[in-house]
């Protein structure tokens, strides 16, 4: 018997150090990304101890006698694995804990709360002396955990229980709700703090750059997914849900979230955080199909084998593989091992009988949206096939078009930027400036350090890098110099009026939420103005 790896897997790692037989592949070193989606567990090898399912941070790893029937695939897809790449010893050391150093000699301001903030914090604060201020302009930290993961997948956002110990150090500071390049700037950060660390993600949406897409019902995914996730810069969107059909463009992870809650049943989205105003909405909705386009055939899909999965066992949906000859369903012996398994899934799909009475996700390959049409508002999407070299062009009638094409980071102020790439240019996370040369103290990590690919447990991997080389440069006394304690820079935000939200703010926030949610029979009601937001910090803050 073995334990097996599954659909949640975030690939944060925190189960590899705890495996006694070291059988859980393939765990990249600091700064190493592997190619797999997801990790996975040599079962010949687990000797059914059960340490990485205690370790994981959001419980995707299951006893293989104990797996539910819609995780059951999981079991061969973490043996076929194995037998694709067979169990080496791992021959890397574990990285050395950096010793203490002298109080105030190192102090970091990290800049942004989504997941590579937070593991770039947590291995700060992890080197005894090291004082961390966290910056977020939001009233909420987590970034994408709380506004970008969807609202049924709870235990994937409990990845931040993780890091729950490190924000209570009295060596770490919370400050949300400022805005770093509004309230302070890029120089008062490092007047006030021996290095800078920015982790902000990549915030804009990319665009299709064809006729009709700034139309009315043509929409970023990204905004569809911060309306049904509570994000108050997306809380008042309104998106057009009379229509029978909607369109996504793309297909990876965040267009199959986007179907499947386009379609879930009233009863199924009340069980989820989903924001109020989108449950409202999405009770009304007329939505019965939608159609995901991609530009390639199913071998290039860009969705992970568990989202996809996933997709079958929606009840009152059925998954529809339209267009596509069984030939291109058919693995070739040079496919990895998932995306055998994505295409041994839609081949399920593909021979499944359509249920009369269910909703519908339509996946359509090869096909390159051309045009959106529409005078007012959109009416249609002109896509043309690419496959068979005839450019044959189709009209899809619909009123709510979401393009999910990836996302790229925008210009910092004080910061070089990469326009091409979106990102912030770097060397192992240290930022370099026009000549390739580093500049003294700023660092980066995450989506705008590395450009937005990846899960949330990629990030930790690159956090640890950015860190180890600001510890380098600590070491060689690259960051030694004199700057404004945190006394100055509390006067400093007091001066202007700067009211923090600290992290018992948050506290008070999160226990508000939760107590709404109980009250409902949900895990949390989210408030989604800033106000509010505000209001519940003060609440029970000290």
């Known amino acids: 018997m073995a334990y097996v790896i599954t659909q949640n897997c975030c690939k944060d790692a925190s189960c590899v150090p705890v495996c006694p037989v070291d059988c859980i592949r393939p765990a990249g070193g600091i700064g190493e990304f592997t190619g797999t989606e997801m990790l996975y567990i040599d079962p010949e090898s687990c000797i059914d101890c059960g340490a990485c399912m205690d370790e994981c941070p959001v419980d995707a790893i299951h006893y293989d006698e104990d797996l539910p029937e819609n995780l059951l695939r999981f079991r061969d897809l973490n043996a076929a694995y194995f037998e694709r790449h067979p169990l080496t010893p791992d021959s890397a050391s574990a990285p050395k804990q950096h010793s203490p150093v002298a109080a105030g000699s190192l102090r970091v301001a990290v800049v942004g709360s989504g997941p590579a903030a937070c593991y770039a914090a947590d291995a700060l604060i992890a080197v005894d002396g090291v004082e961390v201020d966290l910056f977020e302009r939001l009233p909420t930290p987590f970034g994408l955990i709380r506004a970008g993961v969807a609202p049924d997948h709870q235990s994937t956002k409990s990845v931040v229980d993780l890091f729950a110990s490190a924000f209570a150090n009295k060596r770490f500071g919370c400050h949300l709700n400022v805005e770093v390049g509004t309230h302070l700037s890029h120089e008062e950060l490092l007047d006030h703090h021996h290095a800078v660390i920015y982790a902000v993600g990549s915030s804009s949406s990319r665009n299709l750059g064809i006729v009709g897409e700034q139309l009315p019902g043509s929409y970023p995914a990204s905004e569809m997914v911060g309306w049904y996730n509570g994000h108050p810069d997306h809380a008042e969107h309104e998106f057009d849900l009379s229509g029978r059909r909607a369109v996504i463009v793309g297909n990876g992870n965040v267009a199959l979230d986007v179907a499947r809650v386009l379609l879930m049943s009233h009863d199924e989205l009340t069980s989820t955080d989903i924001a109020t105003h989108a449950l409202d909405a999405l009770s009304g909705s007329s939505i019965e199909e939608v159609i995901v386009l991609g530009r390639r055939g199913p071998r290039s899909a860009a969705f992970s084998v568990g989202e996809f999965l996933a997709l079958g066992h929606v009840p009152g949906v059925d998954v529809v593989i339209d267009g596509v000859e069984a030939s291109e369903l058919a693995a070739d012996p040079e496919d990895d091992v998932e995306t055998a398994t994505k295409l041994e899934i839609a081949r399920d799909y593909a021979q499944r009988a359509s249920t009369p009475g269910n909703k519908r996700i339509v996946f359509r390959f090869h096909c390159t949206p051309t045009s959106f049409e529409g005078t007012a508002a959109v009416t249609g999407v002109r896509v043309t096939r690419t496959d068979d070299g005839s450019n044959d062009d189709e009209l899809i009638e619909t009123s709510l078009v979401l393009r999910s094409i990836g996302y790229r980071g925008v210009p910092l102020p004080g910061l070089p930027f990469d326009q091409s790439s979106g990102t912030v240019p770097h060397d192992r996370g240290r ?91 949900r895990p949390r009601v989210k408030f989604v103005a800033v106000e509010d937001l505000l209001t519940a910090a003060r609440s029970t803050s000290g």
């Not at 926030?509 to 709404?516: F, L, P």
């Open 431 to 521: 930022v370099t400036d026009e000549s390739g040369h580093p500049m003294p103290g700023v660092y980066v990590t995450g989506w705008i350090k590395r450009g937005p690919q990846g899960v949330i447990g990629t990030n930790r991997s690159c956090a640890e890098e950015t860190v180890a080389a600001l510890l380098a440069d600590f070491d060689d006394g690259a960051l030694t110099r004199t700057v404004a304690d945190r006394e100055a820079l509390r006067a400093l935000m007091d001066q202007r009026g700067i009211a923090p939200v600290t992290w018992s703010g948050w506290r008070a926030i999160d226990s508000a939420e939760r107590e709404r949610g109980t009250a409902t029979s």
